[in-house]
């Protein structure tokens, strides 16, 4: 079977085992943590990022496929530690997450500069350590697919063209910008069967739900416990209405968990706990200890559906 290249290696598809699809490690903006690092403290990041992966080990996950891309901090040494010590494998991404802002060295470059980048992370290693990039990560939010954003679609098109490497993108549903995304990628050439359209169970629209996945293309149902972009009742009964329609071998289910993450000041980030917009135990195992409980509850989610969810589906699009 075909290998993968995780933070420790490539390793045989077969042995992923249980695969979370997107959690984050760590989430912050590179620029300023370089700028000012007395802000942040790097050890209880690290304590942070060690708990909940050893929490999802628990649960009996073996392997957490890491969207972090350039703008989120990427830092494949401070994976390399949170591997060693918990002794779950991270598959770490390349690519760019901007919903616009491109920095001048790549505003005034071309794609196919851009795309060297990204085929260098997944041919040679990222950051000069020899760890290898495992998929590719680009993004579309509020803002829509802007030149800038389509430049970043093309390039990431391209270094999956010339590698093979999987495409994982960001999505903003509210923005129906999943179809226009898979729309670049087919453009370029990109089998929609190598597609991760991430972020699409933040809607419960399923038409829309189902024109991405009319494409071929694979979706995430990937942010449970952000219920500022669609509650766990809404998410719930999406997914089960998805296995229902028979799309369990199309789906992934996370949580989008950040162990930490920059964007607010602390007491911010407490007030949206406080407002009901983020539930207060996102986390790495929500997925396990209130989602599953609940599918099987409401539903039909059984062993089999946990293992083509769970292991199969990241093995297959890994591999794509
Ligand atoms: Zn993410």
């Known amino acids: 079977m075909a290998s993968i290249e995780t933070v420790q290696g490539p390793v045989d598809a077969a042995e992923l085992g249980v695969t979370l699809i997107h959690e984050h490690v760590r989430f912050r903006d590179e620029g300023v943590a370089e700028q000012w690092p007395g802000c942040y403290d790097d050890e209880a990041e690290m304590q942070a990022a060690l708990e909940q992966v050893n929490n999802a080990a628990e649960h009996g996950v073996k392997t957490i496929v890491e969207p972090t891309a350039m703008f989120g901090g990427r830092d494949v040494e401070f994976m390399r530690r949170v591997c060693d010590q918990t002794g779950v494998r991270l598959v770490p991404c390349t ?39 495992g998929f590719l990560k680009c993004a579309a939010d509020e803002p829509g697919v802007t ?15 010339q590698t093979g490497a999987p495409i994982m993108a960001h999505s903003r549903p509210a923005s129906e910008t999943g179809p226009r995304q898979l729309e670049i990628f087919v453009e370029e050439g990109v089998d929609p069967g190598k597609v991760q359209i991430a972020h699409t169970g933040d809607t419960d629209d399923l038409d829309y739900i189902e024109r991405v996945l009319d494409t071929g293309a694979w979706i995430g149902l990937d942010r449970y416990g952000l219920e500022m972009f669609l509650p766990m009742d809404r998410r719930n009964a999406t997914t089960l209405e998805l296995l229902r329609r028979g799309y369990a071998d199309r789906l992934f289910l996370g949580a989008d968990f950040c162990a930490t993450i920059d964007w607010f000041p602390q007491e911010a980030a407490e007030g949206l706990v406080e407002a009901g917009l983020i539930r207060p135990d996102w986390s790495m195992t929500l997925v396990f200890e209130q989602v599953l409980p609940k599918l099987r509850e409401e539903g039909d989610f059984g062993d089999e559906t946990f293992q083509r969810v769970f292991v199969d589906n990241p093995q297959r699009w890994l591999t794509s």
Not at 100 to 115: G, T, V
Not at 147 to 161: L, M, T, Y
């Open 95 to 133: 690519g760019i997450y901007t919903y616009d802002y491109l920095p001048h060295y790549f505003a005034n470059r071309s794609e196919d500069q851009m795309a060297e980048h990204f085929v260098a992370d997944i041919e040679r290693g990222i950051q000069d350590t020899g760890i290898k990039a």
């Open 147 to 161: 030149p800038n954003i389509e430049k970043v679609h093309r390039a990431v098109a391209r270094a999956s063209i």
